[in-house]
């Protein structure tokens, strides 16, 4: 099990840059994915970013080109760097974390996680 904290959310303007912070404490796994996720209300929870120990990232087609996930490994912690952000990606924003198959990738599927955050609010105007 794996604790999640994030931080970092906040207001900003259409266009505007916005970074995520994950920090992870507990017992960590020798291979992982770690991912990305919102949720707006009324809507479902989204997939956003994944990324694997390996450094192999996968992201949702809406924030392709636009958002950035990367770990810090020295510091236990998972970032989520938002670029050209859009009224539509205004969401409660989670980070989680799930055990890795040997040899599989790591894809920002809700139900394959199994360690989640509190969250942190992103809002754009």
């Known amino acids: 099990h794996v604790q999640l904290v994030e931080s970092g959310g906040g207001s900003v303007q259409t266009g505007g840059s916005l970074t995520l912070s994950c920090a992870a404490s507990?017992?960590?796994?020798?291979?992982?994915?770690m991912g990305w996720f919102r949720q707006a209300p009324g809507k479902g929870s989204e997939g956003v970013a994944a990324?694997?120990?390996?450094?192999?990232?996968n992201y949702a087609d809406s924030v392709k080109g636009r958002f950035t996930i990367s770990p810090d490994n020295a510091k236990n912690t998972l970032y989520l760097q938002m670029n050209s952000l859009k009224p539509e990606d205004a969401a409660m924003y989670y980070c989680?974390?799930?055990?890795?198959?040997?040899?599989?990738?790591?894809?920002?599927?809700?139900?394959?996680?199994?360690?989640w955050g509190q969250g942190t609010q992103v809002t754009v105007s």
């Open positions: 507990g017992d960590y796994y020798a291979r992982w994915c």
């Open positions: 990324i694997s120990n390996s450094g192999r990232a």
């Open positions: 989680a974390a799930r055990p890795r198959s040997i040899g599989t990738s790591c894809y920002p599927i809700v139900a394959e996680y199994n360690s």
